[in-house]
């Protein structure tokens, strides 16, 4: 029996609903694989998406980079509890008891507690990761002690492929070519704009009027977070059809040491609650679900104008790669994620926060909150609390409007906006009694 026969109908619809210029998607279902592709890669040029397209994964990588952490750890090599500076002295941050006591932990699980967004670009050298790492002891403030709070954090997988480049005495791209893309029998995949090139690659749209963005390539310093690889669908399938299998390749070479799937996904840190649909906690690279009683893995991925959902579930045996370059993104995501998991391995996907049909009684909170990618000015205003964003460094290249959103109560200091954003309603929280105005990341109060 063929596997999801309308799946090139579901994402078509999709595609239209949602305003998406072009998306790819692959399932797997035990040895099954179903692929589809709907409209263009850039809607400049009119290329049409094929299900070979190659999209950029953005922070999916992650799961690569802690892939590659984790054969150091099986041979010895790492310690997860162990100093990060013990294997990369030259790591630091401005505080200095978190430089030294820092651990290889508590960077695959976002817990490091040092700025997460620094995009500086150091250049397109083997070095600019660790040109990344030398900027980093000037500039990375400490949002939190280490291991006090979850707070995503993009730095951290930097130094971590830093730490892989150290130890393998090579660059983070050729240790991941040699020990992780090679060995699965990776084809589409490109961790360069000019090996891109060699594919139909998709470049991502902004804004109503779905705008080519015109920088494809970003800062290479942060490619083990995510910023510059590019891969078709299938190729994450393949990717989690590796780790449904304890570690081993289609082909029967062994890529991870038995168990280490396992360990990837037992819980390290618990999320703040905001809803039965966003990851309960984090693993060792890995966001975690727990949709009826079954658990989901995997992870997001994000660059301008691209967005890729990548979900695993293990009791079942399904792998899901969503990608898409643009238009109401997570609309399209939920519509196709909702029905393939529910066709495949018999699981809901929880329903997203919308606002509430009422007003609840909440805290009035006010006060201005940075981070390196933005300020935001909270203020209480009638039925819940306006945010001003202003982006700053790299994501006011990327867009520079000032944008006010009014965000509405939805009880325990979480509010959920009241206009949806690329299909969904953003959330945020407020953590430590103000302390913090927390969306994935902790940003710390400034006044």
């Known amino acids: 029996m063929t596997l ?12 239209e609903r949602h305003g998406v210029p072009g998306a790819a998607v692959a399932v797997g279902a035990g040895s099954e694989l179903a692929e589809a592709a709907t409209g263009v890669v850039n809607r400049d040029t009119g290329v049409e998406a094929t299900p070979d397209s190659v999209f950029q994964i953005g922070s999916v990588t992650k799961v690569w980079t802690a892939s590659l952490v984790m054969q150091l750890v099986s041979e010895g090599l ?9 294997y990369l002295p030259e790591f630091g941050v401005l505080d200095a008891d978190a430089t030294e006591s820092v651990t290889v932990r508590q960077l ?11 995009f500086e670009d150091t250049g397109r ?9 030398a900027f980093m002891r000037a500039n990375a403030t400490q949002v939190h002690p280490p291991g006090a709070l979850f707070s995503y954090c993009n730095s951290g997988y930097c130094v971590l492929g830093a730490l892989v480049a150290r130890l393998r005495g090579t660059t983070w791209e050729s240790a991941l070519r040699e020990r992780m893309i090679r060995p699965l029998g990776v084809t589409h995949m490109a961790l360069y704009a000019e090996e891109a090139v060699l594919f139909r690659a998709a470049v991502g749209h902004l804004g109503e009027a779905l705008e080519v963005f015109p920088r494809w390539q970003l800062p290479q310093s942060n490619a083990p977070a995510g910023s510059t690889p590019c891969a078709a669908p299938r190729e994450l399938v393949r990717l989690g059809r590796m780790f449904l299998a304890d570690g081993v390749a289609e082909d029967g070479t062994r890529v991870l040491p038995p168990g280490t ?8 840190v618990t999320l703040p ?32 104008g691209q967005t890729t959902s990548w979900r695993m579930v293990p009791e079942r045996d ?16 939920d519509d196709v994620l909702t029905e393939v998991l529910a066709a495949t391995a018999g699981v809901t996907v929880p329903a997203r926060v919308v606002p509430p049909p009422s007003p609840v009684p909440f805290r009035a909170r006010s006060g201005r909150f940075s981070s390196p990618l933005a300020t935001y000015e ?64 902790a940003v710390p109060r400034e006044s």
């Open 4 to 15: 999801l026969p309308g799946l090139q109908e579901l994402i078509d619809r999709a595609a």
């Open 78 to 86: 790492v310690g997860l509890d162990e100093p990060v500076r013990r």
């Open 108 to 118: 695959l699980s976002h817990t490091g507690g040092f700025d997460g967004d620094l």
């Open 125 to 133: 050298g083997d070095d600019a990761v660790e040109k990344l790492i």
């Open 261 to 268: 799937f396992a360990a990837m996904r037992t819980p390290q």
């Open 273 to 304: 609650a905001m809803g039965a649909r966003p990851p309960y906690a984090w693993g060792l690279g890995f966001m975690l679900f727990e949709w009826n009683d079954i658990q989901v893995v995997g992870h997001d991925g994000g660059t301008p």
């Open 318 to 333: 399904v792998v899901v790669a969503i990608t898409v370059n643009g238009g109401a993104a997570g609309g399209f995501i």
């Open 378 to 441: 909270v203020s209480a205003a009638g039925d819940g609390l306006d945010v001003t964003a202003i982006p700053k460094g790299f994501a006011a290249e990327v867009d520079s409007e000032v944008k006010t959103v009014r965000y509405l109560p939805l009880g325990d200091d979480r509010f959920v906006a009241a206009e949806p954003e690329e299909g969904v309603h953003p959330q945020i929280a407020f953590l430590e009694d103000g302390r913090y105005l927390y969306n994935l990341r």
